[in-house]
Antibody, heavy 124, light 107 residues
């Protein structure tokens, strides 16, 4: 059974750096055609893609947040870590990690499954 | 960056109705389009990938179609458990992007 679980602080202060960890089970982060994405959702709002990392260490970031985000993985620990610097109250959201499955030569990929999400509130 | 626009933003329907949700991309994305269902307080769940492929375990009343810039998600006969918010997502290029969501409510 494939599962992902997000962990990290529930409350951060403005200007602080947020560090979130996604611990996966049921698959390996070294598995070709698989990766992990981070996606967030402010309360009552839509989903926003943040970043991804693949087994070959290929990384990509949201254009608007690129300067603030860093994604990395520790395959031996089955963990993917996302850091976001200079947090602001507008960054209050539920943060999800999700497995990326890729179909191979066609390049189709999708998110399945998702973690349960973790709500991060930014407030002084 | 590719922008995804869903319509309508909200929709009221009754059990048994046939419902269609539309997603439009700001440029051609071939068939690199996925659909997700999200219920309140829960993580999104994959319904359709590659525009028209039904994810294992998803009821056959859900179907997806389209290519290029215009896509649709159809629910052939609404069931009580289908009332939720639906999102499209393009995987044609990074940064990946989602639509703004369509909230399906009970009439």
């Amino acid at each position: 059974q494939v599962t992902l679980k997000e962990s990290g602080p529930v409350l951060v202060k403005p200007t602080e750096t947020l560090t979130l960890t996604c611990t996966v089970s049921g698959f390996s982060l070294s598995n070709a055609r698989m990766g992990v994405s981070w996606i967030r959702q402010p309360p009552g709002k839509a989903l926003e893609w943040l970043a991804h990392i693949f087994s070959n260490d290929e990384k990509s970031y949201s254009t608007s947040l690129k300067s603030r985000l860093t994604i990395s993985k520790d395959t031996s620990k089955s963990q993917v870590v996302l850091t976001m610097t200079n947090m602001d109250p507008v960054d209050t959201a539920t943060y999800y990690c999700a497995r990326i499955l890729s179909s191979g030569w066609s390049g189709y990929n999708w998110f399945d499954p998702w973690g349960q999400g973790t709500l991060v509130t930014v407030s002084s | 960056d590719i922008q995804m626009t869903q319509s309508p933003s909200s929709l009221s329907a009754s059990v048994g109705d046939r419902v269609t949700i539309t997603c439009r991309a700001s440029q051609s994305i071939s068939s690199y389009l996925n659909w997700y269902q999200q219920k309140p307080g829960k993580a999104p769940k994959l319904l359709i990938y590659a525009a028209s492929s039904l994810q294992s375990g998803v009821p056959s009343r859900f179907s997806g179609s389209g290519s290029g810039t215009d896509f649709t998600l159809t629910i052939s006969s609404l069931q009580p458990e289908d009332f939720a918010t639906y999102y499209c997502q393009q995987s044609y290029s990074t940064p990946n992007s989602f639509g703004q969501g369509t909230k399906l409510e009970i009439k």
